[in-house]
């Protein structure tokens, strides 16, 4: 079975301040693991991928397979940045890009 | 299209009611998936398709729940004799293909039984 876990349904920082958004997960094969976000009145949308090791909007996240972990950070907040993230599993036991998330964590950057 | 297209964006029903959600992926848009979120929790798989064929649908959690895509373009969610645990967004998605590729969410159909 696969599951992402999101320890903190809510996250608030002030401008400026480092933010982490924490993930775990378990899955038995090799995962691929995704950040998704939904800002106000938007749809849910991809954010990253791990299999990239891209940085966007200055966001990164590193695939820790030891500590199974897929942490989502940014070492200077902006209020924009205010948002629901979800962090999800896709592997190759699951059929096509099906993927598992998690329960998601709404992040408030306060001015 | 511009993206994913799903209507009606927020249906109220009555207990006991059939209701039919519908997606219209991103022209060309092979894979298509639903999911379903309650409140308070991320969304959840119901089921997939490849062109017409539904390839999975160990998501859906009951026999009241079907989809199809007949045509490999649009697809319906079906929900029969409609129950309040049924009420939820339900998101549809697209991607070019089904493995490794990006899937671009809809807006979502946001479903109460009252």
């Known amino acids: 079975a696969q599951r992402v876990t999101q320890p903190e349904k809510l996250l608030s920082v002030f401008k400026g301040a480092p933010v982490e958004l924490k993930c775990n997960y378990s899955?038995?094969?090799?995962?691929?693991l995704f950040w998704y976000v939904q800002y106000s009145r938007q749809r849910l949308q991809l954010l990253l991928r791990?299999?990239s090791r891209e940085s966007i909007k200055g966001f990164t996240a590193d695939l820790n397979k030891g500590e199974t972990s897929f942490h989502l950070k940014k070492p200077f907040a902006q209020e924009e940045d205010s948002a629901m993230y979800y962090c999800a599993l896709s592997g190759l036991e699951t059929s096509g890009s099906r993927l598992t998330f998690g329960e998601g964590t709404q992040l408030t950057v306060n001015p | 299209g511009a993206g994913v297209s799903q209507s009606p964006r927020y249906k109220v029903t009555k207990r006991g009611q059939d209701v039919a959600l519908r997606c219209d992926p991103i022209s060309g848009h092979v894979s298509l998936y639903w999911y379903r979120q309650a409140l308070g929790q991320g969304p959840e798989f119901l089921t997939y398709f490849n062109y017409e064929a539904q390839q999975d649908k160990s998501g859906l959690p009951n026999d009241r729940f079907s989809a199809e895509r007949p045509e490999g373009s649009i697809s319906t969610l079906t929900i029969q004799r409609t129950e309040q645990r049924d009420s939820a967004m339900y998101r549809c998605?697209?991607?070019?293909?089904?493995?490794?590729?990006?899937?671009?969410f809809g807006e979502g159909s946001w479903l109460t039984v009252v």
């Open positions: 791990h299999i």
């Open positions: 998605a697209s991607s070019p293909t089904g493995s490794g590729n990006t899937i671009y």
């Open positions: 899955y038995s094969g090799s995962p691929e």
